[in-house]
């Protein structure tokens, strides 16, 4: 079951100032989504439960940064809303 990815453009610019090995190791989390953005064993994937029921998935890459994503099933989109550095993560939301 592959997924497409959906990546807004001031993400994809954010992406692309990064250092060449943080950029590849990135890219390549954001295209394992595609072929399985639901959690498993792996543990790097976690589905979250916000306030009024609102459900957002959670990847963990390299220990460094976070990617806050959607599932559409229907129409089997991965919608990527951010990716940040763990330190922006927890300044953030506390987490």
């Known amino acids: 079951m592959t ?3 959906i990546l807004w453009h001031e993400l994809s610019d954010e992406i692309n100032q990064l250092p060449e090995k943080t950029r590849r190791i990135i890219k390549t ?3 394992r989504l595609e072929e399985d953005p ?3 064993s792996s543990g790097d994937k976690e589905k979250l439960i916000l ?3 609102i459900v957002i ?3 963990h890459i ?3 940064y976070i990617v806050l994503y959607e599932i559409d099933q229907e129409e ?3 919608v990527v809303q951010e990716i940040l550095s763990i330190e ?3 300044k953030r939301y506390g987490y």
């Open 38 to 40: 639901f959690p498993g």
């Open 88 to 90: 922006q993560a927890h």
């Open 3 to 5: 997924f497409s990815l």
């Open 57 to 59: 998935y959670r990847l």
């Open 76 to 78: 089997k989109l991965v």
């Open 62 to 64: 390299s220990r460094s």
């Open 51 to 53: 306030r009024g029921g």
């Open 29 to 31: 989390a954001l295209k």
